[in-house]
């Protein structure tokens, strides 16, 4: 697995009642409205820490608490919580989706924030979903070959979402940067034959959950010529991020948003040859290149080797 390996592991600091967690490179930190850290009886922190970013990613998705539930139901079953680099046949992660059937590419499906947007996106699309069972709605995502095995779990999954109701995630200091999105760089910050390239490209499947850099306020979010739909993050130094080509968009103007937020999905609007992400950045009003960016401020790698 090496670098591609997304981990989110859960510590509790009694003392400090704060719980973090790490989500590759992006870093959230949690603050529980109760005095006392997360625990749930028969699970591990790592296995809270998990059920936090499928709660976490739901509501950024504005998933009614039916939803959350059934998406709770599904990773208990199919993996009891765990990220899991194995499966039967490709299954992967929290809920065993597999690269053969479309999910995503193994990084992307072992990233537990991609893995929790894409079997939303998935419930969402199902005509109907809130009136339907939900074991019959778990299913209609999973197509599992144990299609009556969810609807046991849900007292679980109740007591999972009744504890974790309490905890809200800020974003990192400032100045901490995350990737947007992990795929390949198509085209980078520069000349690019007549004209010049004022970001990077970075080429992911349609639906790619978009993250936010870095905690800022979204000033613009809808249709920019040659952009098709984009999203602009000015962050409390003055940077501007922009993330453009989008398919659909997650964050409004005006929105606080944080480092690893979800914040749109990839898409192929605009001046697009493919689904990729536009990634630009602006300092002084001016683009600078995104890679050397992150360099200079300590940021993880924008670009799978």
């Known amino acids: 697995m090496g670098g591609f390996v997304v981990l989110i592991m859960l510590m509790a600091a009694a003392a400090a009642g704060v719980v973090t967690t790490f989500l590759g490179s992006q870093h959230t930190r949690c603050t529980p409205a109760r005095p006392t850290a997360p625990t749930v ?55 065993q989706q597999r690269p053969s059937q479309g999910w995503g590419t193994p990084a992307h499906i072992l990233n537990p924030t991609y893995a929790a947007t894409q079997f939303y996106r998935h419930l969402l699309a199902i005509p109907n979903w809130p009136a339907i069972s939900l074991n019959d ?8 070959g144990f299609p009556n095995a ?12 009744t504890a974790l109701a309490g905890y809200s995630c800020t974003g990192t200091p400032p100045g901490e940067w995350a990737v947007p999105v992990h795929g390949q760089c198509t085209s980078r910050f520069g000349p690019r034959g007549l004209d010049f390239h004022r970001g990077l490209d970075i080429a992911a499947p349609l639906g790619t959950p ?12 809808g249709p920019a010529t040659g952009y098709g739909l984009w999203i602009r993050i000015q962050h409390p130094d003055g940077t501007i991020t922009t993330y453009g080509h989008n398919n659909r968009n997650h964050a409004q103007q005006g929105q606080e948003v944080q480092i690893g937020q979800l914040i749109a ?17 602006e300092q002084h009003g001016k683009p600078t290149d995104p890679v050397e960016f992150f360099q200079r401020n300590g940021g993880p790698s924008l670009c799978n080797q």
Do not use: C, M, W
Not at 210 to 221: K, M
């Open 41 to 95: 009886p028969g699970y591990s922190p790592d296995q809270i820490a998990n059920a936090t970013t499928i709660i976490t990613v739901g509501k950024q998705l504005n998933v009614p608490e039916h939803g959350l539930i059934i998406a709770l139901v599904t990773a208990i079953q199919e993996s009891r919580l765990r990220n899991l680099d194995h499966g039967d046949r490709d299954s992967l992660g929290l809920f």
């Open 137 to 144: 709605a778990a299913q209609a995502v999973q197509r599992s």
């Open 150 to 161: 969810y609807a046991r779990h849900e007292p679980a999954a109740r007591q999972l979402l």
């Open 210 to 221: 978009i993250l936010a850099a870095s905690d800022g306020t979204v000033i613009d979010s």
């Open 265 to 281: 999905e990839v898409g192929n609007r605009g001046e697009s040859t493919g689904p990729h992400l536009h990634f630009q950045i």
